[in-house]
């Protein structure tokens, strides 16, 4: 009886072993799978259906930032799958240039893609962190508003959702994450630093002086000289002749909505606020043009502040041959002759429809 009750015991004992070597089988086999995967994205580059499908499941950065943020594989390889799709599902025969990313040099332009791309989706996340850190948050409600209104501009709801589907392989719900989230912070973050920004109040006391000069029958070039910013007061105001798409919106909808010797009230752009005069109108092998001078106060610069705010976040990028600059707040290549291929694409890229996305 003792000997069966030892017996048993040995066998549970036995059981209990077997289950746990199982166990910690599997656990091993489990990690190096992780591990070779993690090889082939990392080291290999490879973006296939294994490292796919793992990738839904694992989360693989790609980027890190702050310590606690990060940009994922899946994530990342989905909206570079969105890119190819958009140029590899359009016709560009009309500027005279084929998307092949299949080529050696299209692999090259495809790492460039892959560059910008990271270097937008870490903008976006960090964007998002200071948002969050000044107390905005944009909730699925908000986005879907600011959606609406899009679609609503647009017109034709089902034609947007077709383009979406066509172009990039996305559905509604995919462009509210990807576009319109991002774009909303951004916007709030703007309007956030507009607020708290004393810079802002002092460029527009100043440019309502000299609006206040300009009234008082003071002379336009002088008052530019006195008031503006740049090389605008350098030239006493002067900026010579342009043609509607060489001046900044929506300066150039005023520009071309006065008459010749006319002035206009306070303009505000993106750059700052502008106050222009119209010294000349003509029309030049088809194109209309104007004669410019301006008054201009610039805003303190919204890029500038962000990337000094950028500065103070730390980023690790893990996708071979890349490399955060902390100074410039950007991606940037390792090697030397993908950095010259990249600064001839820039230098030629008169009807590359590639490098416009």
């Known amino acids: 009886m003792v000997e069966l009750f030892f017996w048993r015991s040995n066998l549970n004992i036995m059981k209990k072993i077997k289950l746990a070597t199982i166990i910690y089988s599997f656990l091993i086999l489990f990690v190096v799978y992780i591990a070779v995967v993690g090889f082939l994205i990392y080291r ?18 790609v980027a890190i930032i702050g310590g606690d943020n990060f940009i994922f594989f899946d994530d990342f390889y989905e909206n570079l799958k969105a890119i190819r799709n958009f140029y590899e599902n359009q016709d560009f025969s009309e500027t005279g240039f084929r998307v092949d990313f299949k080529t050696a040099d299209g692999q090259k332009r495809l790492k460039i893609k892959e560059k910008n791309l990271l270097n937008k989706m870490i ?24 959606l609406t209104r899009i679609m609503q501009e647009f017109g034709n709801q089902q034609e947007v959702k077709d383009r979406l589907q066509n172009l990039y392989g996305w559905n509604i719900e995919k462009f509210q994450e990807k576009i319109v989230k991002p774009d909303l912070y951004k916007e ?36 530019a000289e006195k008031y503006s910013d740049g090389e605008t007061s350098k030239n006493k105001g002067e900026l010579g002749w342009f043609s509607f798409d060489q001046i900044i919106y929506p300066v150039s909808q005023v520009a071309f909505s006065l008459k010749k010797g006319e002035q206009s009230e306070i303009i505000e752009s993106s750059l700052g606020y502008h106050i222009i005069k119209i010294g000349d109108k003509k029309t030049e092998d088809g194109i209309d043009k104007v004669k410019v001078s301006q008054i201009f106060v610039k805003n303190p610069d919204f890029s500038k502040w962000l990337l000094e705010q950028e500065k103070n976040i730390r980023i690790t990028t893990l996708i071979k041959g890349m490399f955060w600059n902390k100074d410039d707040g950007i991606i940037e290549f390792k090697d030397d002759g993908m950095k010259k291929f990249e600064e001839n694409i820039e230098e030629n890229s008169s009807g590359d429809i590639s490098v416009m996305f």
């Open 123 to 146: 903008e976006d996340r960090i964007i998002q962190i200071i948002s969050n850190d000044s107390g905005i948050k944009i909730t699925s409600d908000m986005a879907s508003q600011e």
């Open 188 to 223: 709030k973050l703007y309007a956030h630093f507009r607020e708290n920004e004393d810079g802002f109040k002092k460029s527009e006391e100043k440019i309502k002086d000299a609006l206040e000069d300009l009234k008082n029958n003071k002379n336009f070039a002088q008052t």
């Open 44 to 61: 290999l580059e490879m973006n296939n259906s294994l490292t796919q499908k793992t990738a839904r499941y694992i989360p693989y950065p």
